[in-house]
């Protein structure tokens, strides 16, 4: 076994003191970088590395963009931060995931600071000043690109540089073939592919006025799988899919059904990922204990010429069920949420995307419906389906939906040197990302990629500043340092998107139709923000927090200027890239003090970030919160974020059903958008690492 393993699996040992053997990590770090340094191709400079690469087909001709002397001051200037990884995970992730490697895999091609040279001088395209500063918020840790930007920007032979999109199926064969198609498509270059199937009629509806023959969602719902299970990336790792379903859908027990344990294995679903869209009305059902109609789309279709998922189901809801030629089943609205819980309990699924809240806060809500989202329900945007025609007649290409993602890692976007400007290198850098992508093979795509310019900003490390600066994740200081960062936030990523629009002289197709333009967006910011605990506002003392004024302001520059991208902010899960960061996940509290992660054949450990002997009391596990304080949270963050946020939920084997519909209710009520996951644990009692310690 490498010598770097065993030292990293000294960390669980424990010290004189009793506590955890964290500078066996450190060691292994050293081990590991020694083994880096031996495999490492050499040259006696590093400019002449990046003519190998270019020569050697490995990276794209950058001397059209730029002179030898540019790139030379370049690698200078990133090399000159002297960076060294935090962790053995950071280390290992980085080099035997993301490092550029011969192909024999024997030699590594590129370190650290030459991967963050490469994607800054691709991602800048020419411009030497914005390749300065996304370089410096990458090397800094201030900013990381999401893995397909990470992996690919600036390489010969490279995949996409975005790897998640959605799409929309319409209630035709023809539809059902082409979406099936572009999945498999979006499959091959590494991407996940979200599907919304809510326009499908149900199993035993009319096809052609034959009565009873529709085969419904579930052998659609078998196809996809069986497409991605086909198209898997070379054998590297699994295409990636989600099938959505409106809950008020004839189909929807079957659906659920499928990710039962004890499902036939026919049409158990194994691969797949399953959400539920669920409406307002579905809430009121349940709260009021009453009998929930399911409807058949395509008989509503016929009856309106309206689809049931576009349909404002709060207010037509009782006129389908007046109507005597809507045909309908039964069952009760607790039953359904007892079933969505049991499920949950059994396979973590089903997501769920509260609808209405989302498209109550959309701000382009008169140019479009949000629909549906993403395999990690953190995306939101509005959608067109498209209509398929046959062969020979011309398609109407809806907008189907990119995920264009990256992170800011809060404990060093809070140190930074001028805040602002890491969050416009940011939105910059996903900007570029954004023109730079074009898939040709996914037209919806492509058409709302360059109608829209939408991006998704996110952050990782929370749980990880909070231990570093003693503070509970449960508590009302947490929350009023979340509201004031993801005000923040949100305020400079504007300040950067009307920048952009101006220089470019271009805003997203639909400005003067949204809620920036008339101002609706901006009436929450009406009044400066009042800290309530000096510990929070002394760690915003170097920031300029938005006050009230600077609203106004900004909010006058955007209706004269416009904004470039119609949605700026998503907070991703990041589990596998806030590794290289050292970082917690996303806004999610950590699980274990020391986490173990298991690669073929050995064991290897990540202690938390800034975990120490005097603050691991802080680092409280997720399955012994109160996740009624984790929702508020979010709910928090989730006023200043407008497309979404991944919200895991953690139970244990003391959880009911009955706890997770009112975790789902809860939710609902403070305006939570989705919830990604459900992961349950049986717990014991010498569970809390904390006093284990």
């Known amino acids: 076994m490498k010598n770097y393993i065993l030292e990293n699996n000294k960390v669980t040992a424990r010290t004189s003191d009793g506590f955890y053997n964290l500078a066996a990590d450190k060691q292994a770090v050293k081990y590991y970088q020694q083994e880096v340094d031996e495999r490492m191709i050499k040259f006696d400079t590093r400019i002449e590395k990046v003519e190998y690469l270019i020569d050697n087909d490995y990276y794209i001709d950058f001397w059209k963009m730029y002179s030898r002397p540019q790139i030379v001051d370049l690698i200078e200037y990133v090399y000159s931060f002297n960076f060294e990884f935090e962790s053995y995970m950071a280390i290992s992730k980085y080099y035997e995931s993301y490092a550029l490697k011969n192909g024999a895999k024997t030699e590594f091609l590129e370190t650290y600071e030459d991967r963050i040279i490469c994607i800054s001088l691709f991602l800048a395209q020419g411009d030497m000043s914005l390749a300065y500063d996304m370089a410096k918020a990458i090397i800094k840790q201030e900013y990381q690109p999401a893995t397909p930007t990470f992996l690919n920007a600036g390489l010969k032979n490279s995949g996409e540089l975005v790897s998640c999109f959605l799409l929309e199926i319409d209630d035709s064969l023809n539809s059902i073939n082409y979406n099936l198609s572009t999945a498999m498509q979006l499959s ?39 497409a991605f299970s086909y198209v898997d990336q070379l054998g590297k790792r699994p295409g990636a899919g989600a099938a959505y379903l409106n809950i008020f859908h004839a189909d ?222 449960e508590s009302e200081q947490a929350r009023e340092f979340v509201d004031c960062l993801f005000m923040t936030i949100n305020y400079y990523s504007l300040v950067s998107s009307n920048n952009l629009a101006t220089e470019l002289k271009t805003t997203f197709e639909g400005f003067e139709l949204s809620d920036y333009y008339n101002g609706d967006y901006f009436k929450k910011y009406d009044s400066d923000f009042s800290f309530e605990f000096e510990c929070v506002a002394d760690l915003f003392a170097n920031i300029k927090v938005p006050t009230a004024q600077m609203w106004s302001e900004l909010s006058k520059k955007i209706k004269d200027h416009g904004l470039y991208h119609s949605y700026r902010l998503a907070v991703a899960p990041t589990q596998s890239i806030s590794y290289i960061q050292n970082a917690t996940a996303s806004i999610q509290p950590i699980v274990n003090h020391i986490e173990t992660r298991v690669y073929g054949n050995s064991t290897t450990y990540y202690p938390m970030p800034y975990l120490a002997s005097d603050n691991m009391f802080f680092y409280k596990s997720a399955y012994s919160m109160d996740q009624m304080r984790l929702i508020d949270l979010v709910a928090t963050a989730q006023k200043h974020v407008d497309q979404g946020i991944s919200l895991v939920l953690f139970v244990t084997n003391e959880n009911t059903t009955a706890d997770l519909a009112k975790f789902y209710y809860y939710s609902w009520k403070k305006g939570i958008k989705s919830i990604y996951y459900v992961r349950t644990k049986n717990l014991s009692i010498d569970e809390c690492e904390s006093c284990s310690v």
């Open 252 to 473: 929807v027990i079957e659906f659920l059904d499928t990710k039962k344990i004890n499902a036939d294995e026919k049409s158990r679903i194994q691969n797949l990922s399953l959400g539920l869209i669920c409406p307002d009305k579905f809430f009121d059902l349940a709260k009021n204990n009453e009998k929930m109609a399911l409807f058949y789309p395509h008989n509503v279709y016929e009856e309106y010429g309206q689809y049931l998922d576009e349909m404002d189901l709060n207010v037509m809801y009782d006129q389908l069920l007046e109507n005597k030629q809507i045909r309908r089943r039964y069952i009760d609205s607790r039953e359904m949420l007892q079933l969505i819980a049991l499920t949950q309990f059994e396979s973590g699924y089903p997501y769920l995307v509260f609808i209405d809240n989302v498209n109550e806060a959309n701000p382009l809500k008169a140019i479009g419906k949000i629909k549906m989202s993403n395999l990690c329900t953190e995306i939101f945007q509005i959608q067109k389906v498209s209509n398929i025609t046959d062969y020979g007649q011309a398609d109407e290409i809806g907008y189907d939906i990119s995920c264009n993602l990256g992170s800011l890692n809060i404990v060093n976007l809070m140190q930074s040197e001028d805040f602002a400007k890491t969050i416009d290198s940011s939105m910059r850098a996903l900007t570029s990302v954004s023109m730079l992508s074009d898939i040709a093979n996914a037209p919806g795509i492509s058409k709302a990629n360059e109608m829209f310019h939408s991006v998704g900003l996110g952050v990782m490390n929370l749980h990880g500043f909070f231990v570093k600066e003693k503070i509970r994740y």
């Open 188 to 226: 091959k270059i590494g991407g996940g592919v979200a599907i919304n199937m809510s326009k499908l009629r149900a199993r035993g509806e009319n096809v052609r006025n034959v009565h009873g023959v529709a085969k419904g969602v579930l052998p659609v719902l078998k196809l996809l799988e069986d």
